[in-house]
């Protein structure tokens, strides 16, 4: 259990239910006081009932943003913005920034555009960037006129940026120092700071034109001789990124390297900006989770106490796109009718030889699209890779097509039936075997995102060459 | 793209194909050598040779551990090994820590226990204890033999926690000082160590019997007064962890508090070790592999280049699942044979409505085993998640029931047909909504996982369920 707070160590599950509970007292004596008329009685139940705001309120008051924003997510939307309106007004912009973009639709939506403004004005360009795309049109261009020049630029700066590009991602709380001055200059210069930037694990070295030279970690102040040159201890090459990088490739490079922060560098070789590692994990922890909805057939993140609506239309896309590879795969069926009317045993089996195919072809696929992601597979490894596929394929087809024509004998006696079944899963696995290799392949080839949709298009493969294999098989065989 | 050095960018991918291409360059060499029996041809082609393989070895010198770690994992075997026998032994440690844990295998089945004892002397206790579920017995034994006392003890209690546990996370490099000091002293006292270690964001104050009284962050030395006291400034509430606490509870609030280290207590308040942003980011990178992984099928991460063997054992256990679940389906479907046969087009229908239940099944599921995981979904909240789910699988399953249902009536002209197939579509979705929030909340309340193969559970329950609705509601209005 983690807990923020050596002194009272409570969990954050503890405090959630805390919170809930206030929030039930408060109904509670909201309830009475509706359902009571005495004068003095309501006078008290209204000063129990102020009493118990007040708690709860100081309660939320001691919780980190996160915290809240927490327990706002954990909460069906009637509680959820009861509890936003006790929120502080100049919390509101930190709290914002760290619920889910669900979540934060249903905040903002019962929010007026002087609430909006009044908590962006408590946020950094690169946060305000972060939160710009929620809301409304006239919101955001009434927010960059109370903005000063420079705040303004960046702003302008990073809403030019594909969300998936560093340019979005980084900040711009960058400490700058010069290369010809001492180590004691530079420890007497950050005396002056009130508090260093979040994160800050390095100063950045730039010349006069703001172009970078090098990074100065801060521990080789704390250890290196105060008389030496900046110049002298920094790192001159450290790891940089442009704003136009791929995001996904920084978290890598964040992972790979071990970063905290690392500078943004333009084209000229101007510091532009900073990456830290907060915002990778979260662009780590988002990817991921894409990655688990996309393959679940859910468009995109879903606020669970969303309305039905709401959950229909972010799910509607997956389920249309289902029904019709499924159709597809009814109408193979539908060409053998006539065989099964002859053979009825078909119709039972055929599903087992499309669902094995369907559950081997996406081991395939996931670990080749894995393979790309990560950089370790390549177009040229193609034939590599198919040849141990196939091989996989092949073992699993004969190995498991025998246990399940076994199990087909004994059901119906029929041995060429089993013959045909045995056939058709080790071919149907081959199938998905060689797509799932070449699929991902050539959209890598074609410059295409070669994870989106593939589980789907594998099954629909798997389905329909599953049921067209094992079908044709037996009407030429056994008919 | 990332940039290890700036005055030589060439990207990670870059630097594969030249060591790939210097390589095959000695690949060909060798060759060459091994054709030509000429003598002074040989010894010329052996210096070429021993040239290549010079510049070769140069460059992987070069290289950050990491950087290597990925290249072995991108080449076949052949290659893997030849580029890891050029790597200079000082430097196996801390590549065998970085590479996957399959391609680790690997590596160490190519060195002798000699290798292994070399190359684990650099490393520190923590790292040890990473690498020694992957070396054989009797060289772990061989190597505790070789550690000073404490650090034994250090990989007897890294060694003691599960790997999901804090325990098996921390590592040692703690620097540690009082609180009665001056800020002053404190950097006095830093001034004498060579270098911090790794991620040191901040110290930890600890009482004379190595109690943890809080935590000053090396920023405040900066920017403080030199002449106040630890006391004074040290925040006295920090995050802290047990070594028993489950590590994604602590790398959710690494995420959610920003953290970049933070350190471990036991039960006692005795500070007994330290967590970092990059262990964290590992696991998180990790935990969310397994879960794509296993939602395919996969056990675990596998070597792209694996013997066809290996995969299939990596394969097998979710094949057979499979396997089972569609044997169920399949008899299902036998206890239909008879209808079937007399209307032919329930065999074509009948995976429609198995396939888009299964489909809006998942869905459900991964929403409601991802709010678990989140921590926003309790038992308590099943009520309203499951009025929900049914109002949106009711939607569902109407609406694209309607339009399959009219797709049917065109292919078949038979009314009542229709009628069932809608019938049994929205009933297999409303048994998939019910299922996919039911089956997570038990497990929960279980204490089980509530991810692992839900769904294969849930695609199970809708095959054989969209079978038997199906087929059933046709055999007693249709036949």
Same mark, same amino acid.
């Given at each position: 259990?983690?807990?923020?707070?050596?002194?009272?160590?409570?969990?954050?599950?503890?405090?959630?239910?805390?919170?809930?509970?206030?929030?039930?007292?408060?109904?509670?004596?909201?309830?009475?006081?509706?359902?009571?008329?005495?004068?003095?009685?309501?006078?008290?139940?209204?000063?129990?009932?102020?009493?118990?705001?007040?708690?709860?309120?100081?309660?939320?008051?001691?919780?980190?943003?996160?915290?809240?924003?927490?327990?706002?997510?954990?909460?069906?939307?009637?509680?959820?913005?009861?509890?936003?309106?006790?929120?502080?007004?100049?919390?509101?912009?930190?709290?914002?920034?760290?619920?889910?973009?669900?979540?934060?639709?249903?905040?903002?939506?019962?929010?007026?555009?002087?609430?909006?403004?009044?908590?962006?004005?408590?946020?950094?360009?690169?946060?305000?960037?972060?939160?710009?795309?929620?809301?409304?049109?006239?919101?955001?261009?009434?927010? &960059?006129?109370?903005?000063?020049?420079?705040?303004?630029?960046?702003?302008?700066?990073?809403?030019?940026?594909?969300?998936?590009?560093?340019?979005?991602?980084?900040?711009?709380?960058?400490?700058?120092?010069?290369?010809?001055?001492?180590?004691?200059?530079?420890?007497?210069?950050?005396?002056? @700071?009130?508090?260093?930037?979040?994160?800050?694990?390095?100063?950045?070295?730039?010349?006069?034109?703001?172009?970078?030279?090098?990074?100065?970690?801060?521990?080789?102040?704390?250890?290196?001789?105060?008389?030496?040159?900046?110049?002298?201890? &920094?790192?001159?090459?450290?790891?940089?990124?442009?704003?136009?990088?791929?995001?996904?490739?920084?978290?890598?490079?964040?992972?790979?390297?071990?970063?905290?922060?690392?500078?943004?560098?333009?084209?000229?070789?101007?510091?532009?900006?900073?990456?830290?590692?907060?915002?990778?994990?979260?662009?780590?922890?988002?990817?991921?989770?894409?990655?688990?909805?996309?393959?679940?057939?859910?468009?995109?993140?879903?606020?669970?106490?969303?309305?039905?609506?709401?959950?229909?239309?972010?799910?509607?896309?997956?389920?249309?796109?289902?029904?019709?590879?499924?159709?597809?795969?009814?109408?193979?069926?539908?060409?053998?009718?006539?065989?099964?009317?002859?053979?009825?045993?078909?119709?039972?089996?055929?599903?087992?030889?499309?669902?094995?195919?369907?559950?081997?072809?996406?081991?395939?696929?996931? &670990?080749?699209?894995?393979?790309?992601?990560?950089?370790?597979?390549?177009?040229?490894?193609?034939?590599?890779?198919?040849?141990?596929?196939?091989?996989?394929?092949?073992?699993?087809?004969?190995?498991?097509?025998?246990?399940?024509?076994?199990?087909?004998?004994?059901?119906?006696?029929?041995?060429?039936?089993?013959?045909?079944?045995?056939?058709? &899963?080790?071919?149907?696995?081959?199938?998905?075997?060689?797509?799932?290799? @070449?699929?991902?392949?050539?959209?890598?080839?074609?410059?295409?995102?070669?994870?989106?949709?593939?589980?789907?298009?594998?099954?629909?493969?798997?389905?329909?060459?599953?049921?067209?294999?094992?079908?044709?098989?037996?009407?030429?065989?056994?008919?």
């Amino acid at each position: 259990m983690s807990e923020l707070n050596r002194k009272s160590p409570e969990s954050l599950q503890d405090r959630l239910d805390q919170v809930v509970q206030l929030l039930n007292r408060h109904r509670l004596v909201e309830n009475l006081v509706h359902k009571q008329e005495g004068q003095h009685q309501e006078l008290v139940e209204h000063l129990v009932h102020q009493q118990n705001l007040a708690e709860l309120q100081r309660k939320l008051d001691e919780l980190h943003p996160a915290d809240v924003a927490f327990i706002l997510e954990s909460l069906p939307l009637e509680e959820r913005l009861a509890i936003w309106q006790l929120v502080r007004s100049e919390r509101d912009g930190d709290i914002l920034l760290e619920v889910s973009d669900a979540v934060r639709e249903t905040l903002i939506a019962d929010m007026d555009s002087h609430e909006i403004i009044a908590a962006a004005n408590s946020l950094d360009a690169d946060e305000l960037a972060d939160l710009a795309p929620d809301l409304p049109r006239d919101v955001v261009r009434e927010l &960059m006129d109370t903005l000063d020049a420079q705040q303004r630029e960046r702003l302008k700066s990073a809403l030019s940026y594909d969300e998936d590009q560093v340019g979005a991602l980084m900040d711009f709380d960058m400490v700058t120092i010069r290369d010809d001055v001492t180590l004691e200059v530079v420890i007497r210069y950050l005396r002056r @700071f009130d508090e260093l930037p979040d994160h800050t694990d390095k100063l950045f070295v730039v010349d006069t034109e703001g172009a970078l030279k090098g990074v100065l970690p801060i521990k080789k102040l704390l250890v290196g001789s105060p008389d030496a040159l900046v110049g002298e201890v &920094m790192a001159e090459d450290p790891v940089v990124f442009d704003p136009e990088d791929d995001a996904g490739e920084a978290a890598q490079a964040f992972e790979r390297y071990d970063l905290v922060t690392a500078p943004v560098v333009d084209a000229k070789g101007k510091l532009c900006g900073r990456l830290t590692i907060d915002e990778m994990v979260d662009y780590i922890r988002e990817e991921s989770e894409a990655e688990v909805l996309n393959a679940a057939g859910l468009r995109e993140e879903e606020d669970i106490f969303a309305s039905v609506w709401k959950s229909v239309r972010n799910r509607w896309a997956w389920l249309a796109i289902n029904l019709c590879t499924a159709l597809v795969a009814s109408r193979v069926i539908g060409l053998f009718e006539g065989s099964i009317e002859k053979l009825v045993a078909l119709a039972a089996l055929m599903p087992i030889v499309a669902g094995v195919g369907g559950n081997s072809g996406n081991q395939t696929i996931t &670990m080749i699209v894995r393979g790309i992601a990560t950089g370790q597979v390549q177009v040229a490894h193609g034939k590599r890779l198919l040849r141990k596929e196939v091989g996989v394929a092949l073992f699993n087809g004969l190995f498991w097509g025998m246990v399940l024509a076994g199990v087909a004998y004994l059901l119906y006696g029929n041995l060429p039936l089993s013959v045909v079944l045995l056939s058709a &899963m080790t071919l149907n696995m081959l199938l998905a075997a060689v797509m799932g290799v @070449f699929i991902p392949l050539i959209r890598l080839r074609l410059g295409r995102d070669p994870a989106l949709g593939s589980s789907v298009m594998i099954t629909a493969i798997t389905d329909s060459g599953g049921f067209f294999i094992f079908l044709g098989l037996a009407t030429i065989f056994l008919l």
